[in-house]
């Protein structure tokens, strides 16, 4: 990642600090940036989320964005990336933080799991299910954006795979993360890699929160993701722009990610759809995303 990418801050969960704490960590950070925008999958414990609207309420702030997305913990760290490469870019708070949600349909997330047997954020047929006790076994599962699972072959590096048991990829050019927990494999890296076609793989510590998500330790969790900041400046400026007749930041969107007041209808009904966001200007798989 470029070095002059600013870093990401951490609030600490109810058990590590007291609220006084986590208060005066985000007025301080409130003071020095001016907005704060928190990200965090859906999965996070109910008091570390209660923890994060009180805080906002405490402080009486419209400017934080709290964004609760229904992600694998890696796509997270992933957006949170991007959305720190486009903090140093000309765009307003409004603009960076409501483009986790256009930014999430080009992020595909998945992991490589021993066991489907706890696996509930993605359908798992009874049969799957059946399979997770058979020793050896592995599965390739895609969480988004759109749900997939298939039984991987039994060689490490999946070369017992059919063409047919294949995750399906992005149509345009992406980089690799992946995070390994306690699962031996290569397959991500040996099999899935040159059949999406990335530019590049990068490996990070799992995320502590990805057990959990998937219901297993015994995984290998990856995301491809866009890399490059013009393409993703570029993506967001093809979007129309609003101002929220509420607290006046401008976004793209149909709610404002500070203070959740909706679009006022005439606006609304001139905004893009998020939901059909394409990929225009997206560089195409072999492209250099440069």
């Known amino acids: ?19 006084e704490s986590a208060l005066t960590d985000i007025s301080v950070l409130l003071e020095q940036y001016g907005y704060v925008v928190a990200l965090y999958p859906a999965t ?11 805080v906002r309420s405490v402080l009486e702030s419209n400017r934080i964005a709290l964004l609760k997305l229904d992600l694998p913990p890696l796509a997270v760290a992933v957006l949170v990336r991007q959305l720190r490469q486009l903090s140093i870019c000309d765009f307003g708070a409004g603009i ?22 706890r696996l509930d954020r993605v359908p798992v047929t009874l049969k799957s299910h059946a399979k997770s006790w058979v020793p ?12 997939e699972l298939v039984k991987l072959g039994s060689g490490a590096g999946g070369a017992g795979d059919l063409p047919s048991q294949q995750l399906t990829g992005p149509d345009f050019a992406t980089r690799l993360v ?17 059949q999406w076609q990335v530019q590049g793989v ?16 015994k995984l290998v969790e990856f995301a491809a993701f866009l890399p490059d900041v013009s393409i993703l400046y570029q993506l967001v400026s093809s979007v129309r722009r609003e101002v929220c007749t509420w607290c006046g930041i401008e976004l793209i969107g149909d709610v404002c990610v500070f203070c959740s007041a909706p679009l006022a209808p005439a ?11 394409h990929h225009s200007g997206v560089p195409g798989r072999g492209t250099p995303a440069g």
């Open 1 to 19: 990642m470029d070095p002059h990418t600013p870093t990401a801050a951490l609030l600490a969960s109810p058990d590590d600090a007291p609220l």
């Open 44 to 54: 996070i414990p109910v008091a570390h989320e209660r923890r994060l609207h009180t």
């Open 96 to 117: 960076v933080a409501s483009a986790a949600r256009l930014l999430s349909h080009y992020v595909h997330a998945g992991a490589v799991l021993h066991s489907v047997a």
């Open 136 to 147: 050896g076994a592995q599965f390739g599962v895609l969480a988004h954006p759109t749900p």
């Open 178 to 194: 992946v995070a390994k927990g306690q699962a031996q494999t290569d397959w991500v890296t040996g099999t899935l890699a040159p």
């Open 202 to 217: 990068e490996e990070v510590p799992l995320p502590a929160a990805s057990a959990t998500w998937w219901g297993t330790g």
């Open 267 to 277: 606006a609304n009904g001139r905004h893009l759809d998020q939901g059909q966001f």
